[in-house]
């Protein structure tokens, strides 16, 4: 112990000892502090791979609403990231932006890339122009000073010009990309009626608004301006280097210490901010798709405000949206989070630990260049070469700082570039969707399963991908259903086989149950969903014309109502005048709106303006503008009188149009030849409509269901008429219920 004790005196304690020791145990805990989470990082990923089964949600935050989200679209398997495939998604995307070699973008791209090569050069001259006002003031050299300085100002002007250039340039790029993109997403949305199919027929694209819009918006952002972070800073830092070595060796000093150090300091910074870096790819495309389903959800508010007022129902829909917003709260502060733990880090080394190794890179050819060096006169003087230091050191202290900044704006990209990865999955998965349902490729969620059978829907499901093998041919006459099945996108199977024909003249009056499949034959033969079988025959689309129940009101004026889908170029091209508009609205008994809202020209809110039974009857009004063959009517009198209804029945036979009617008044049963009568079950028949017989047995129907209800032995009966009428009983579905 004594010995020890011995040693321990003889131990010299001094200051640069101890500031050794000190650096030394700093850097150390640092190094443990720096690399302990990525160690634990990578120990947590292997024993996440050997346990599939752990949840990873915790790296997105809490998700209130993860549930209702995935309940719209499938999650990806696979997070967006700067890999091959982002790689791939992007060189597809510009494809887009640029279809050919000589484009107004590409025209922009070269002005943005000669602005940023001009601010480099400008760059590089300010520097030594910089070091030479330096060594003026330290030589006491007035006249020159003032020289410089007047140089030094007269040079900023194209400086600040060009540094404005590049801004402007960056914003035209951004919006000529987006432009580009939005008129292909536009054109291909509304080519063979994608716009229906991806939202009612595809699950993939929750929210089509979120990535026309915004997405594409931000992806046409981000891209513009990763091309100026990227451009100048590698040419600044090439320039610079370039200019700094060949300004050292013209002084004979050694470059290749500096030049090793930095390289050293840039490699070591870009491992550690890469290893530490949060995947802020998969943290954007997760804060996008919040932002969509919080945008879905104000959307379906507006669109049912009439329902929910009703039912008084805004406080279960304010706590819907609270929710969403406090998701998307919780994901934008996970980011914000990450963002400023990451921010710190990589301005501690970027800018204090790069400034450090800069003063010494500067410091070490200065001290050591032959070029720099006192020298002695031949009478014995010594020349000070202080102005020449100060100046190599003003310029290369201005480089470096301007170089250093270039490598900081590339490291910093690669959050960027992350950022980009995010955008650009989703535009792309969303321009995929919409090449797919054209082709009539469709991907929905398999939640469904057991929904529509609770419901009351066809046990008959198709589960996996549907075939499409059925064939759509047009025809001059007639509609032909040769062993077409209906099946819905989910799946379910409405009727198997489907076999009829109607011919130019021929009236048809579709009646069953609801869910029986009446509209889902009006989809089919208007060509929203695709024949899985069989063949149909059928006019082209142009000679048929489909009403609803509920009509559309565009935004126009009064005429564009009557003409619509028609402009008023179309309409000229047609020969019509407002004459025969009013003679069109004269057989509907909408003549007098002309004048109670202001004449033809008067654009106003025709949706809230105009009455239930005011919009269907112009709904008709538009089938008479239109003049088809075959009218596809579904239910879509159901707010006009009788009196009124009839009439305009009558003028469409007149008019020589055939139509096809879903109704379920018995009024219009005479202006119907032939009925089509779906059972609800799968089974169906197609036969000449005798009216009478129809009118009389529904007349004994009602008679039976309101006077003898309760009596055992005229039940039978009763359900005999509800067979041959293909319709449901109160009295008999409740014998059918106590059967069971």
């Excluded at 250039?165 to 035209?172: G, M, N, V």
């Excluded at 993109?181 to 009626?193: M, N, R």
């Excluded at 090449?435 to 996996?464: C, F, M, T, W």
């Amino acid at each position: 112990m004594s010995n020890i004790l011995h040693a321990a005196t003889n131990v010299k304690w001094n200051r640069s000892a101890a500031a050794k020791r000190a650096a030394f145990l700093v850097v150390a805990a640092y190094g443990v502090k720096t690399l302990y989470p990525i160690i634990c990082k990578q120990i947590n990923k292997r024993k996440e791979s050997h346990n599939p089964s752990h949840s990873r949600g915790e790296e997105n935050g809490s998700l209130a609403v993860k549930k209702s989200m995935t309940d719209i679209v499938p999650s990806h398997k696979k997070s967006p990231g700067v890999d091959a495939e982002f790689f791939k998604q992007v060189l597809e995307l510009v494809k887009i932006v640029f279809p050919k070699l000589l484009t107004k973008e590409l025209g922009l791209l070269c002005l943005h890339s000669v602005a940023l090569v001009s601010r480099t050069f400008l760059s590089i001259y300010v520097a030594g122009l910089d070091g030479k006002i330096v060594k003026t003031i330290v030589e006491k050299k007035p006249r020159s000073f003032i020289m410089k300085l007047m140089k030094w100002l007269l040079i900023a002007i194209p400086a600040t010009f060009v540094n404005s250039a590049i801004r402007y340039l960056e914003c035209k790029l951004a919006l000529a990309f987006r432009t580009r993109l939005v008129d292909h997403a536009y054109k291909t949305y509304f080519t063979d009626q994608t716009y229906y199919k991806v939202s009612n027929m595809d699950g993939r694209l929750a929210n089509p608004d979120q990535s026309l819009t915004e997405d594409v918006m931000m992806f046409s952002q981000s891209i513009a301006h990763l091309y100026s972070n990227l451009t100048k800073p590698i040419l600044d830092v090439i320039l610079t280097s370039y200019t700094l070595i060949q300004t050292a060796r013209s002084r004979g000093a050694n470059a290749s210490g500096p030049t090793l150090l930095a390289g050293l300091v840039v490699f070591a910074t870009a491992k550690v901010l890469r290893a530490c870096s949060p995947k802020f790819g998969k943290l954007v495309a997760e804060e996008a798709h919040r932002k969509g389903y919080l945008r879905y959800v104000h959307s379906r508010i507006i669109a049912n405000a009439e329902e929910i007022a009703f039912y008084r129902g805004h406080k279960v829909e304010m706590r819907q949206l609270q929710k969403c917003y406090q998701a998307l709260a919780e994901q934008m502060n996970l980011i914000l989070s990450k963002r400023l733990w990451y921010i710190m880090l990589e301005q501690f080394l970027m800018k204090y630990v790069w400034s450090c190794s800069g003063l010494v890179m500067v410091a070490v050819p200065i001290i050591t260049a032959t070029g720099f060096a006192d020298n002695e006169l031949a009478d014995g003087q010594t020349q000070v070469m202080v102005s020449e230091r100060t100046e190599a050191f003003t310029t290369a202290r201005n480089l470096l700082a301007s170089g250093a900044d270039a490598i900081e704006r590339i490291m910093s990209s690669y959050k960027e570039v992350t950022e980009l990865a995010g955008y650009t999955a989703r535009v792309h998965n969303m321009f995929l969707v919409f090449e797919e349902v054209q082709r009539g490729v469709y991907k929905r969620s398999s939640l469904n399963g057991g929904v529509d059978k609770a419901a009351g829907r066809p046990a008959l499901h198709i589960d996996g991908p549907l075939d499409i093998k059925g064939k759509v041919i047009d025809v001059d006459k007639g509609i032909i259903c040769d062993s077409v099945p209906i099946i819905t996108p989910s799946g379910d199977v409405v009727v198997s086989c489907l076999d009829f024909k109607v011919e130019e003249g021929m009236h048809l009056l579709i009646t069953g149950p609801n869910g029986c499949g009446k509209s889902s034959l009006f989809r089919i033969l208007s060509g929203l969903w695709p024949v899985y079988g069989g063949n149909l025959y059928k006019p082209s689309p142009q000679y048929m014309f489909y009403i609803p129940q509920r009509p559309y009101m565009s935004i126009g004026s009064l005429r564009d109502q009557v003409i619509y889908p028609d402009s008023l170029d179309d309409m000229r091209e047609r020969g019509y005048t407002d004459r025969d508009l009013e003679a069109i609205l004269d057989i509907v008994n909408l003549n007098h709106i002309v004048t109670r809202e202001g004449g033809w020209d008067a654009e106003l809110d025709w949706k809230d303006v105009l009455s239930g039974g005011e919009k269907q009857r112009m709904g008709m009004a538009r089938m008479f503008y239109q003049k088809p063959k075959y009218a596809l009517l579904d239910e879509c009198t159901s707010a006009v009188s009788i009196d009124v209804e009839g009439k305009i029945f009558q003028a469409a036979k007149d008019a020589g149009i055939s139509l096809l009617s879903i109704t379920h008044r018995p009024s219009l049963w005479k202006y119907h030849t032939h009925l089509l009568q779906f059972d609800g079950e799968g089974g169906w028949r197609f036969e000449q409509l005798d009216t009478a017989t129809r009118l009389s047995l529904t007349e004994e129907k009602q008679r039976l269901e309101t006077q003898l209800a309760g009596i055992p032995k005229m039940q039978q009966r009763l359900n005999e008429l509800c067979k041959i009428l293909g319709e449901d009983s109160v009295l008999k579905t409740a014998d059918l219920n106590e059967e069971e």
